[in-house]
């Protein structure tokens, strides 16, 4: 079963996925935000299509215990994101992407740094 995270902004929710093996985030899409229902609607789809057990949401708390009760078998973790769009920024610039383009997955992107973040504390440490 893979991980998956949000980044959730007013706007757009960035949306990222581990591999099977849980080591690995890897951005999956941006949901432009239009309805609460679609917006839902559209993450129950991913979650079903990437067999999730596990939701890792950054903040806000409504929206966690939301996924909580929309989604009962799977588990929904509280991540502290700060910074994370700050992180994914970085990583963008470095890989020389435009302001356009970076504005298009900043998000996505913020999602793979919070799941990475979560995947690497739960990894065993020698």
């Given at each position: 079963?893979?991980?998956?995270?949000?980044?959730?902004?007013?706007?757009?929710?960035?949306?990222?996925?581990?591999?099977?093996l849980g080591m690995i985030a890897n951005g999956v899409e941006t949901i432009h935000r239009t309805t609460e229902e679609?917006?839902?609607?559209?993450?129950?789809?991913?979650?079903?299509?990437?067999?999730?057990?596990?939701?890792?949401?950054?903040?806000?708390?409504?929206?966690a215990e939301k996924l909580r009760t929309m989604f009962p078998k799977?588990?929904?973790?509280?991540?502290?994101?700060?910074?994370?769009?700050?992180?994914?920024?970085?990583?963008?610039?470095?890989?020389?992407?435009?302001?356009?383009?970076?504005?298009?997955?900043?998000?996505?992107?913020?999602?793979?740094?919070?799941?990475?973040?979560?995947?690497?504390?739960?990894?065993?440490?020698?």
């Open positions: 079963m893979r991980k998956m995270s949000l980044d959730v902004g007013t706007r757009t929710i960035g949306i990222a996925v581990s591999d099977l679609r917006d839902y609607a559209r993450i129950a789809e991913l979650i079903a299509e990437h067999e999730v057990d596990t939701l890792v949401v950054g903040y806000p708390k409504n929206m799977v588990q929904v973790v509280l991540w502290d994101e700060r910074l994370s769009t700050v992180a994914a920024e970085k990583v963008l610039v470095d890989a020389d992407l435009r302001r356009k383009k970076r504005k298009k997955v900043i998000d996505m992107m913020a999602a793979v740094v919070i799941l990475q973040n979560y995947l690497d504390s739960k990894s065993f440490k020698i």
